[in-house]
T-cell receptor, first 112, second 113 residues
Framework: DAGVTQSPTHLIKTRGQQVTLRCSPKSGHDTVSWYQQALGQGPQFIFQYYEEEERQRGNFPDRFSGHQFPNYSSELNVNALLLGDSALYLC???????????FGNGTRLTVT | AQSVTQPDIHITVSEGASLELRCNYSYGATPYLFWYVQSPGQGLQLLLKYFSGDTLVQGIKGFEAEFKRSQSSFNLRKPSVHWSDAAEYFCAVGSNTGNQFYFGTGTSLTVIP
């Protein structure tokens, strides 16, 4: 049973560029959440997708956008990258509300 | 708003010794509480969760946690630590809508032989 998979594992971008991160949820899960984890910090909620719609959003600017596909996989897009966007981006899947999150290993984004 | 505080940034214990990691939460209703562990370069793995019922919950890898409403705490414990337990530990509380988790800043655990 495959868990949550994320790609790529590492990414280096230049300030001002755009990036797309991808996530496939755990089999049977229908909800995908994205978190940003800065170095030495806990994960911060970006947004959650369910039935191909953004269900809830954290305190992140509109430069951060996402999408969920009919097969429940998801993408996170970040435009106009800033140095401060350098972080580990974690995708988590779940089934329904209040259920535990299952995390992927993350994508390490470095903005130079 | 919900929040989580993990007062200990870093803890060092000897292998075989007992462990307690502290977690305090801020939440208006019955909280949904979780402990996760993160090894270097890895995602977060769920250790245990509390939704309701028995305030002492058992998790994987021999961990347990006790929910104390009067103290707004959900401390993680293990009777005998193994070297493989060295990792970063995160406490989290679920939002009242069930859509997002609020994480603490984590406690880094070092295990010495």
């Amino acid at each position: 049973d495959a868990g949550v998979t994320q790609s790529p594992t590492h990414l280096i971008k230049t300030r001002g560029q755009q990036v797309t991160l991808r996530c496939s949820p755990k089999s049977g899960h229908d909800t995908v959440s994205w978190y940003q984890q800065a170095l030495g910090q806990g994960p911060q909620f970006i947004f959650q997708y369910y039935e191909e719609e953004e269900r809830q959003r954290g305190n992140f600017p509109d430069r951060f956008s996402g999408h969920q596909f009919p097969n429940y996989s998801s993408e996170l897009n970040v435009n106009a990258l800033l140095l401060g966007d350098s972080a580990l981006y974690l995708c988590a899947s779940s089934l329904g509300l209040y259920s535990p999150l299952h995390f992927g290993n993350g994508t390490r984004l470095t903005v130079t | 708003a919900q929040s989580v505080t993990q007062p200990d940034i870093h803890i060092t214990v000897s292998e075989g010794a007992s462990l307690e990691l502290r977690c305090n939460y801020s939440y208006g209703a019955t909280p949904y509480l979780f402990w996760y562990v993160q090894s270097p370069g890895q995602g977060l793995q769920l250790l245990l969760k509390y939704f309701s019922g028995d305030t002492l919950v058992q998790g994987i890898k021999g961990f347990e946690a006790e929910f104390k409403r009067s103290q707004s705490s959900f401390n993680l414990r293990k009777p005998s630590v193994h070297w493989s337990d060295a990792a970063e530990y995160f406490c989290a509380v679920g939002s009242n809508t069930g859509n997002q988790f609020y994480f603490g800043t984590g406690t880094s655990l070092t295990v010495i032989p």
